[in-house]
């Protein structure tokens, strides 16, 4: 959204004036108010002087402008003291949006504005928040609630996702189908529905070339239990930096962070039936490979951090799977991480000490209930997660994954 506002401050008596841009009839959007004679004319009201008695008029025109000051601000990003973000924008811009003010901004010429939309409404402004009926109050009812999403400008190639509020009823038990609540995103390429708890996740969908929407939907059956959702949705130009490779669902930076798969929680969350996507790290500059590891798991005597197979209802190890091929083969619910291994440096030639798929009970990349860090070296750095429409009565109990990862630099020394 580009700038609509001029502000003119009277300095004489210090009293803020607020003129909206589209109130005036400058011809150029960057004028020198002291020395330029139409604009004084279209300020006021096109009204033609002549010979003397003009430029004396002028003169006590440009004397008048001259005690204004032009202040001028964009339409960018701003943050509440509590943390939600808005966009930087007039009061009366905020109103016209549905929005609500959350702070000030702008050295406080400006707004805040936290736009909100829910059930039924449509959206075309970046920074918008898809959030539930009734919010911040829980939603407890069955029902569809949907939002239609445009592109603000034909040069946005991406909607990114953040789920910063996201609970609502988890899969059932037996597959792990998502058969009462799920959230359903469509008319982008495929996404798979997800339900449960979400919240810190994300999703980068594909805004297509054309100017058809995207519909965001959220299914709620049952009134045992209330849903809660903040969607924040950005539009993410073609030339950002901050854009997704291609055929990445999640995408993300920076040189270490968190991976989890959708509805993890170590206490109770189970993983999703029906998955297949790719997450993607940025490689950053100077670094060559990435290792991986289990997140820390407080809640259970053995870590669920990686449980993709098996039955680990207990608290008893399930060993670790590997390759698609084998004894144990990860040919249902499984990880890909392109030559993944256990062993920390590089691979020396001719040795094939490295495998793709992970699955089982215990991150490792051999078959055993201890788990390690592995590492990879292939870029782009990607993982891709697949899980079928099964479960038991082979597999019971399974959380998905938490990764925590380091991007290593080119020149790491190995012990």
């Keep these: ?39 004084v004319e279209n300020f006021k009201g096109n009204r033609p002087l002549r010979g003397t008695k003009r430029q004396s008029s002028l003169t006590r025109q440009n004397r008048l402008l001259s005690l204004f000051t032009i202040v001028k601000f964009d339409n960018e990003p701003c943050y509440s003291s509590s943390g939600d973000s808005g966009i930087c924008m007039t009061s009366t811009e905020c109103y016209q949006h549905r929005g609500v003010p959350i702070g000030s901004c702008a ?72 058969d009462n609540d799920q959230f359903i995103v469509s008319g982008s390429n495929p996404v798979p529905v997800i339900c449960g708890l979400n919240t810190g996740s994300h999703m980068y969908v594909d805004a297509g070339t054309g100017t058809s929407p995207i519909i965001l939907t959220m299914v709620t059956s049952g009134i045992f239990l209330k849903r809660n959702w903040k969607i924040k949705i950005s539009q993410i130009p073609c030339d950002s930096i901050t854009k997704a490779d291609t055929g990445c669902l999640q995408y993300y930076t920076g040189v270490s962070g968190t991976l989890k798969s959708f509805n993890y ?3 109770s969350g189970l993983h999703l039936s029906n998955q297949d996507y790719t997450i993607c790290l940025r490689t950053e500059r100077n670094f060559c490979s990435v290792q991986y590891s289990a997140c820390d798991d407080q809640m259970n005597n053995r870590s669920h951090a990686f449980t993709l197979t098996g039955n680990t209802l207990g608290q008893n190890p399930v060993q670790a799977n ?72 082979n597999d019971m109990g399974n959380r998905g994954f938490c990764l925590n990862y380091i991007q290593q630099p080119c020149n790491a020394n190995y012990a």
């Design 265 to 267: 929680e170590s206490y």
């Design 322 to 393: 590997v390759g698609s091929v084998g004894s144990s083969p990860c040919n249902s619910d499984y990880l890909i991480i392109p030559c993944v291994s256990s062993k920390q440096g590089p691979v020396a030639s001719g040795m094939n000490t490295c495998v793709d798929r992970l699955c089982g009970g215990t991150l490792n990349t051999d078959y055993s209930t201890i788990p390690t860090t592995v590492m990879s070296s292939v870029r782009p750095f990607r993982l891709s997660f697949h899980t079928n429409a099964v479960e038991m009565p």
């Design 107 to 178: 050295n406080s010429y400006g707004v805040c504005c936290l736009s909100l939309s829910t059930c039924g409404q449509t959206i075309r402004e970046n920074g918008t928040y898809f959030v539930n009926a009734g919010y911040p109050d829980g939603l407890n009812n069955t029902g569809t609630c949907q939002v239609t999403i445009h592109k603000l400008s034909p040069h946005i190639c991406q909607f990114r996702l953040d789920f910063e509020r996201f609970s609502i009823m988890g899969p059932e038990p037996v597959n792990h189908q998502c």
């Design 1 to 39: 959204m580009s700038s609509k506002l001029k502000l003119f401050i009277l300095t004489s008596l210090a009293i803020p004036i607020v003129i909206s841009s589209s109130n005036l009839s400058f011809d150029t959007p960057y004028l020198n108010i002291t020395n330029n004679d139409k604009a």
